[in-house]
């Protein structure tokens, strides 16, 4: 289910709006890791630091998605959209996921705006991945006794990744939790069961 067997074309082909996201999320780490001012100066343009939100830099929102604070930051989180993501995008379609992902990703951040407090700031596309588990776990409440499997897999990686948020140092713990309920409740949404066509 969750094991990728699809070649590099079929991958593209398939899943066109999560190899989007990759190409766009590698390519913003790519230019803005350049060791020249431009590069350094759109990163810190984009990070979200509350502060300057409240100024009436609204962008910093949205943008914060889309930055890495480093390699292991940006593989972690591209490694959990090149797994999981393939799977929504089949199953809830194309614009659905987009708008889980984005969602998810925007209320992330919005919710670290108003509850982590004046100087806190952040980067990283977690909300957005944190959404997938949301809405992977939605569809496990509509599916638990006709897919059994699903709930074995995804319950305990939705576990984990809540624990390891909370021991790990460093980690937007808001913004795991908020891209987490609000992708769950968007899957609420698109899950219900006379809305599910099928499953393979």
């Known amino acids: 289910m969750f094991i990728r067997t699809e070649s590099f074309s079929q991958y593209i082909r398939l899943y066109p709006f999560v190899t989007a996201l990759l ?12 060791p020249i001012h ?11 630091i509350n502060y300057l939100i409240s100024d009436g830099e609204w962008w910093r929102l949205i943008t914060p998605m889309f930055l890495h604070a480093g390699l292991m930051h940006l593989l972690f989180n591209m490694f959990s959209l090149f797994i999981f993501g393939p799977e929504l995008e089949r199953v809830a379609g194309k614009a659905r996921f987009l708008t889980i992902y984005l969602l998810s990703g925007l209320f992330a951040n919005v919710a670290s705006f108003f509850l982590g407090g004046w100087d806190f700031s952040h ?4 909300g957005a991945i944190f959404g997938i588990f949301g809405a992977f ?7 638990k006794k ?3 499997q ?3 897999i995804i319950l305990p990686i939705i576990v ?4 390891m948020t909370f021991l790990q140092p460093g980690v937007n713990v808001i913004g795991h939790i908020a891209g987490l309920i609000v992708g769950f409740i968007i899957g609420l949404s698109y899950f219900h069961p006379k809305r599910i066509i ?3």
Not at 137 to 143: D, N, P
């Open 137 to 143: 776990g939605a569809l496990v409440h509509y599916t």
């Open 198 to 200: 099928s499953w393979r």
């Open 123 to 126: 980067v990283g596309a977690s």
């Open 23 to 34: 190409a766009i999320n590698v390519l913003v780490y790519i230019v803005t890791g350049l």
């Open 38 to 48: 431009a590069s350094q100066k759109l990163y810190y343009s984009g990070i979200g």
């Open 160 to 163: 984990i990744s809540v624990i």
């Open 150 to 152: 699903l709930r074995q």
């Open 146 to 148: 006709a897919f059994p």
